[in-house]
């Protein structure tokens, strides 16, 4: 029997594919759960997020995370199902990069150059790149454990995948507690944090979700 074959009997298999679903369900809902309380827990919600969530800055940061964290998780859920269409969900990706791209020209027109690294740095830019990887942990293990329910054809990229829908989620989740609101230290050390939790999933997936 071809792959392309067995992959099809697999994605027509009913009772596999609703284990599949409510597994993913599960994973994502018990996961942001964890996130959040971890959060909450540790180091709690920014403490004067009443009086800046109206501005601009703080508004951009949650609403490009949280697009961020709902595209990459609708691919995740995708990446297991054989067959599944995932050129156009991983295309629009690209929508919340360009946002933020477009966000860092505009303060870097704005801001004197001498303001730059500042606003690059600010004040937890190492604390970033530790705790979001920290916060992905739950996400990153939920999905793993979904997608071994699933039938993934690319392992490493099923596993990149969930590593970059748990980092989304974890910066989402990071964004109500992160002082620092400049689109230079979004774009840098975000970036970083969720690159860090993508790599470790695609390393992982090559071992864990091949089937």
């Known amino acids: 029997m071809k792959t392309d074959d067995l992959i099809t009997l697999m994605a027509q298999d009913a009772p596999t594919g609703l284990r599949y679903g409510r597994a993913l369900a599960l994973a994502l809902g018990v996961g942001i759960a964890v996130s959040v309380v971890l959060l909450v827990a540790t180091v709690g919600i920014r403490h004067n997020m009443a009086s800046v969530f109206e501005t601009a800055r703080v508004l951009f940061k949650i609403a490009v995370t949280f697009m961020l964290a709902v595209l990459a998780a609708r691919l995740a859920v995708r990446i297991g199902r054989p067959g599944a269409e995932t050129r156009g969900p991983a295309l629009l990706l690209a929508v919340p990069a360009l946002m933020v791209a477009a966000a860092v020209a505009a303060e870097l027109f704005v801001l004197p150059a001498d303001a730059w690294p500042a606003s690059l740095v600010g004040r937890n830019a190492l604390f970033c790149v530790f705790f979001?990887?920290?916060?992905?942990?739950?996400?990153?293990?939920?999905?793993?454990?979904?997608?071994?329910?699933?039938?993934?054809?690319?392992?490493?990229?099923?596993?990149?995948?969930?590593?970059?829908?748990?980092?989304?989620?974890?910066?989402?989740?990071?964004?109500?507690?992160?002082?620092?609101?400049?689109?230079?230290?979004?774009?840098?050390?975000?970036?970083?944090?969720?690159?860090?939790?993508?790599?470790?999933?695609?390393?992982?997936?090559?071992?864990?979700?091949?089937?």
């Open 132 to 211: 979001v990887p920290v916060l992905s942990l739950a996400p990153l293990a939920g999905l793993f454990w979904a997608l071994k329910k699933g039938a993934p054809e690319n392992p490493t990229f099923a596993g990149a995948t969930a590593g970059l829908a748990a980092g989304a989620i974890a910066v989402a989740v990071y964004a109500w507690h992160c002082p620092d609101d400049s689109p230079l230290f979004l774009a840098t050390w975000y970036t970083i944090a969720i690159a860090v939790v993508t790599v470790a999933g695609a390393l992982a997936g090559r071992r864990w979700l091949r089937w």
